[in-house]
Structures are given as C-alpha cells and as structure tokens.
C-alpha cells in the first residue's frame, strides 16, 4: 500500500509518552471525500491520533502523509492548518468575547499574515460566505452576540461553522455530540453527512448511536492500535470490540 | 443581507465617539495648560505653575506607557513585567543626546566627552555614542534601539512558546539584568548617576517656560498619537486575531495563524511607544539613571492598567493618571505610607472592580441601557393592554346600545 491518491496516510505511528505507548504501529488511510468514524474506550490513543496529525505532537516513529505526498510529521500545527486540515477539539473551543460572526470571519480562508489583516477590509464575498455558514449552522439569529453566551450545544456548532469557514480538505471533529440533546445529536450528524463527499472527515465519538446514524466505515482503537475495522455492525458483532469494550 | 459592518477609511473607522472624546480631551490640555502657565500672570487665579507644567507632562509620558502595556496585555494576553526597561531605553536614548548636547558647558568643559568619561579618565567617545550628537539620530534610536531588543526577546520567547507566567518572569529577568548592567561604571552610561544636568535641546533652555509648555504638548500628542497607533490595530481585523490569540491561542494556531508573528508584531510596536514615552520623560524631569530598570517600576505599570481597566486603552492613561495623581497628594502628606496606599487600591480595585475603572463604568452603562429599554417595553406592554381593555369596553358598550 503507498500513500499515493490518499487523503490521509498514516503508517506503523508510534508515540510514547514517559513509557506509556499511547500510539503503538497505528495505519490509518482515508480515500479522499471518505467519512471515518474512530471509537475506542478512554485512553484508546483517539485525541493523541488527532494531535499527531495536526503536528501538536511528534510521533516517535511512522509515516504520516496528506494528499498523498505531504509529511505531517516535519510541519507545525499553522503549517498544517494551511495545507488544508482542520480541527474541532474535544471541548469546544471558540473566541468567547468575539461576536459570532468575527469567530466565523476570522476562520474563513484567506490570508493569514499579520499585514494582511492588518489592512483587511471585508469583502462583498466574505460576507456573503459568513452568511451562507451561519444559516447552515443555525445561528443566524445569534451572529451579533458574543460567542460565550451560546449554550454548549451552540457553541460546538459554531466550532464546526469555523472549520466550515476553513474550507480545509480534512476535518477531524473530536466527539461533536457531547453534550448535545439527542435531537441535536441527530442534526448534528446530519450535518456532517451534508459535509463529507466535499471534504474528508474524520470523527472521533463514543456515542454508538450517534456512529450508527452517521452511516459510515467505522475503526475500533484500542491501546494505540487498530483493533477493528467495518460497518458499525461488523465491528460492534466483533467478540475483541465486545471484550474491550465491556469485558476487562 | 450582511449586517458586518460597511468599510469606511481605516483610520476614521477605528475611532469610536469614546475615541473622539479622548482626542479633544488631549487637545484642550495642550491648549489650556500652556496658556495657563505662560499667558496668565502669576497671581491670577487660573495661573498654572511650571512645576505643575512639568509633572502634568510627566504623568502624560506615564499614561503613553500604560497605554503600551494595555495594548499587549489587555488585546493579547501578554503580561510583561519588564516594560520599564524599554521606557528607559527610550529614555537613555533621549539622554545621550542631551548629554552630547551640554557640549564644553559641562564642568570639565570637554567639548565632546561627557562630564563622566572625563572623570573616569576616559580618552574618547565609545562607539556606541557615535551618532548622538545629532537629534534625528537620537530620535531614530529612541524607536529603534526599544524595538530591536522587543524583536530578538520575543522572537526567542514567543517561538518558544514562552507563555503566561513563564513570559512574565522572563520579562522581569530582563529589566533586572539590564538594571544591574547600567549600574555599571564601565558600561558607559553614567553608572549610578545617569546621565543628568541637561542644559538644552534644539537649543532651546530645559529650565525655561516656554520649553517645559513646548514638551508637555508634544507629550499630548505622542500620546494622542499612540493611541491613534492603538486603536487601528485593535479595531483591525489584526485587532481581532490578537484577542483571538488571548482568548485561545491554540483554537488560532489550529486556524492557520503564525500566533508567534501576531505577538512579536504588536510586542515591538508596543515596546517603541514605550520608548517614546521614556524619550518624552527624561528632558522633563532632567535624569534617566538605571533606578528606572527597576522591576518595581515594571510592576506599577500593570498597576495603572489594571485599575483603569485591561483591554480599554483609555482607561490604561486614565489609570496612569489617576495613580500618579493620587501619588503626588499622597506624597507630600504621608509620604511613607504611599507605597501601603498603592497596594491597598490594587487589592481593591481587583475585589470590587475587576474590570478596572473604564470596565465597570461601562458595565453600569450597559445595565443602565438594560434597564432603560425595559421600562419602554412594560410601558408599552401597559399602553397596549389599556388600548385593548378600551376597545373591548367600546364593543361592550356598542352592544349593549
């Protein structure tokens, strides 16, 4: 297997933390336009998988290629960002005193230079693209308040508006339900349906059914490794992703 | 339709009615202190006198200073503790070329060596006072010598990752050590006396009247303008990555922002208009010595900021203002307890106005508006109610009829 016409490439990845392996010869490959869901129990190596990939850590040992030719492993998290990954953390994470458009605005792709926005000024087609990202994340109505006054649930959508905003080629979106209601849950996950096929997306969630609705190719983690792989069902029938999951 | 707001000319979009208040504010100083001092005849009740000139002119250096420390501490997150160091830079800077300037009027009358080196028997001028003698190039180095040193500290700090508490104590080191290095003889800056007996600058006398009222208003305006300077780039969208960086730095980072060339950018900025204001300091009060390193000086700065209120750039002069002010009359009636009265008014101010001065005064307007559109809409509620208890008596009546 070469990472050539791959999305995201990641070969024998390890990391380990003061001994710990929290990643042990993990492979990954996403297709381009593919939707991943990623479940595991705690401590499985899912949030260090993602902060390989964006370069806030360095793996020991490994390939990790984007686009088929780019190594992550030698960039910084802005050099990554650029090249076109983005990234929902666990916790959302938002500009709580910019108002709900400027945390949009200042996601948007564009130039990043201090100079640059510097003399910024806002553009009939940055304001439009504001417009389109905050009807489809529903707070049209909300964009003049600040950020902080959104209930939880509102703030990871605004979180996942912003990677919208970014336009990357890559999402990784780490547990987008948490703490959602369930009728959020659902639209939340129709959501990122609407997203994938345009852009390859990575999910990280440890809500079975929330993975059930999404519909998609599903890999097991498990002490920094692969455990399984499949449809929700092949994997969730699989007697390892049962013990690991319930047994102990 | 988009409701983002309209371009308009960058710089009369960054000024906001508080803006235009502030500015005209600064310019009826620059007129009446003046004027009052030179024009109204000793006596007068509404004279000014040249000691008030002075110290007036002082504590505008002062609030250009907090207004530096606001600008990175309130907009970026970044707490230095050391920013007094680049006001003295400014400051020696200044002070070189007012030394260069006394000439053979000095008390050894060397016509190029300033009285010190001639005390200690040196034979001539060291390198790094070449250039002195000229104002523009003092002026030059007022910015530059500030600036490059905010460059290569934050380049190292900031690339590193040097954060938070981290950064602040770094700061701290830097003035510190910079402090001790001035205090020696043989850096070539005065040692522990600095440099003082300044005789004149662009030939025009230090003690003189007119010179004083002349500095005090370019203190006005370098002040005016540094808030000018402040305010595009914090109403830029600039402006908004560096409270992005504030608020959360690696949210930015994984945006695709170069965080560390946002923060170097606005620490150099920050760190020239600091030594501005030390360049406007020093002709005022007639010494720079290596006392102005101190970390203490530093730590006052946040002081006047926290108490006007973080993050409002008027209300860091207002802060610098108020605290000086306070200082002077606390001085000269108690002078030993000031330093108790300055911490007392921190710990208050942090417990029941966090916000600072400028913070909660806008906190109280906004209730207020609140407040205000709450009482128009019950009046209107009532109004509405009563019209529709009217029109049902109407009908009752008609029906009855």
């Given at each position: 297997m070469t990472a050539s016409g791959t999305a995201l490439y990641l070969d024998g990845v390890s990391v380990t933390f003061d001994g710990f392996k929290a990643i042990n010869e993990l492979s990954l490959v996403l297709r381009p336009g593919e939707m991943r869901a990623i479940i595991g129990p705690n401590g499985a190596g899912k949030t260090t998988m993602m902060d390989i990939i964006t370069g806030k850590t360095r793996p020991d040992r490994g390939q990790v290629i984007f686009d088929g030719e780019v190594d992550l492993t030698r960039l910084d998290e802005t050099d990554i960002a650029r090249l076109g990954i983005g990234r929902k953390f666990q916790k959302p994470t938002v500009f709580e005193t910019h108002s709900v458009e400027d945390n949009i605005l200042l996601a948007l792709a564009g130039k990043r230079g201090v100079f640059a926005t510097l003399g910024a000024r806002l553009s009939g087609d940055e304001a439009r693209r504001v417009d389109r990202i905050l009807r489809l994340i529903r707070l049209d109505g909300r964009r003049k308040e600040i950020a902080g006054a959104l209930s939880h649930g509102q703030k990871q959508w605004l979180e996942i508006g912003m990677l919208l905003a970014q336009n990357p080629k890559v999402l990784l979106v780490d547990e987008p339900a948490a703490g959602m209601t369930d009728a959020e849950t659902m639209e939340t996950a129709d959501l990122l349906k609407e997203i994938a096929g345009e852009h390859t997306v990575v999910v990280v969630e440890h809500d079975m059914e929330f993975v059930r609705?999404?519909?998609?190719?599903?890999?097991?983690?498990?002490?920094?490794?692969?455990?399984?792989?499949?449809?929700?069902?092949?994997?969730?029938?699989?007697?390892?992703?049962?013990?690991?999951?319930?047994?102990? | 339709m988009s409701s983002l707001p309209k371009s308009r000319p960058m710089l009369l979009a960054s000024l906001d009615r508080r803006s235009w208040t502030f500015l005209a504010t600064l310019l009826a100083a620059g007129i009446i202190v003046p004027v009052a001092n030179l024009a109204v005849e000793p006596g007068h009740a509404a004279h000014l006198p040249s000691y008030a000139v002075a110290l007036m002119g002082k504590y505008l250096t002062y609030a250009l200073l907090a207004l530096s420390v606001d600008l990175i501490w309130g907009y970026c997150g970044i707490l230095s503790l050391g920013h007094g160091a680049f006001f003295a830079l400014g400051g020696y800077a200044m002070g070189m070329h007012l030394m260069r300037e006394i000439g053979p009027r000095g008390v050894y009358a060397d016509p190029?060596?300033?009285?010190?080196?001639?005390?200690?028997?040196?034979?001539?001028?060291?390198?790094?006072?070449?250039?002195?003698?000229?104002?523009?190039?003092?002026?030059?180095?007022v910015l530059l010598v500030p600036g490059l040193l905010a460059f290569v500290f934050g380049w190292f700090a900031f690339r590193s990752r040097v954060t938070g508490v981290y950064l602040s104590i770094i700061t701290q080191a830097m003035t510190y050590a910079l402090m001790l290095a001035f205090f020696r003889n043989d850096m070539g800056f005065g040692g522990n006396n600095g440099l003082t007996d300044f005789k004149d600058v662009l030939g025009f006398d230090l003690q003189s009247d007119t010179t004083r009222a002349g500095l005090f208003v370019f203190s006005a305006l370098a002040l005016a303008a540094g808030y000018v300077v402040c305010r595009v780039i914090t109403t830029s969208r600039a402006g908004k990555v560096l409270i992005a960086v504030r608020d959360a730095e690696s949210r930015t980072r994984f945006l695709g922002?170069?965080?560390?060339?946002?923060?170097?950018?606005?620490?150099?900025?920050?760190?020239?208009?600091?030594?501005?204001?030390?360049?406007?300091?020093?002709?005022?009060?007639?010494?720079?010595?290596?006392?102005?390193?101190?970390?203490?000086?530093?730590?006052?700065i946040v002081i006047w900021v926290a108490v006007g209120g973080r993050g409002t750039l008027i209300g860091a002069a207002v802060g610098a203002l108020t605290i000086n002010g306070l200082k002077t009359v606390f001085t000269s009636v108690a002078?030993?307890?000031?330093?108790?009265?300055?911490?007392?008014?921190?710990?208050?101010?942090?417990?029941?106005?966090?916000?600072?001065?400028?913070?909660e005064w806008d906190v109280l307007k906004a209730r207020h508006a609140a407040e205000k559109r709450e009482r128009i809409a019950t009046g209107l509620r009532r109004m509405r109610a009563a019209a529709a208890e009217g029109a049902h008596l109407t009908s009752a009546v008609e029906a009855a009829e």
């Open positions: 609705a999404l519909g998609v190719k599903v890999t097991v983690l498990h002490e920094g490794s692969v455990l399984a792989e499949g449809s929700i069902d092949h994997v969730s029938a699989d007697q390892r992703v049962i013990d690991v999951y319930l047994g102990r | 190029v060596l300033p009285d010190f080196m001639v005390f200690l028997n040196w034979k001539e001028l060291p390198w790094f006072w070449w250039g002195f003698d000229m104002f523009w190039f003092a002026c030059l180095m922002y170069r965080v560390e060339h946002y923060k170097l950018f606005v620490f150099v900025v920050s760190a020239m208009m600091a030594g501005l204001a030390g360049a406007l300091y020093v002709p005022q009060v007639g010494i720079i010595n290596p006392g102005e390193f101190s970390p203490a000086n530093s730590i006052e002078p030993n307890e000031w330093l108790f009265a300055l911490g007392g008014i921190f710990i208050l101010v942090t417990l029941f106005m966090p916000r600072g001065i400028l913070g």
